[in-house]
């Protein structure tokens, strides 16, 4: 009889201080996860600004990133897009909204096992130029196309 009084307490003392874990890390985690977050960079209202905040300077014009989307999107709301880089050493990849009042859609930085190749959705006001910027060895690429967006959905 004791001994079980025991193992109750025992395990209701572990249970007690596996919750207070969780908590610590429940409210911890996330702060960590967002520590590399680049505010400033989503904040940028033009595209010089947002250049600016990512340290995009001289950045030049490349046929080797292809951005695969589609001609017109019936929803602005959810713009699928793709970006593929040729560029060796790819480590960052942006999509930019050129008309939206925040420019800078997506940010991904990728590591040296990854291949640059990302899609993801982006939310566009209206029709625009999609700018991608890639960061590669170092240095800023970009290639920009511009994606149709109607509201009703007829294309036109």
Known sequence: MMK?????RALLARGGLLGLLTAIVSTVGPKLAFAAWNKAAFDGKTLADTYKELGATGVAESADIQILASDIAENGAVVPVQAVSKLPETTQISFLVEKNPNMLAALFDLGPD????VTTRIKMGQTSNVVVLVKAGGKYYSAAKEIKVTLGGCGG
């Open 4 to 8: 079980s009084t025991l193992n109750r």
């Open 114 to 117: 990854m291949l640059p190749d």
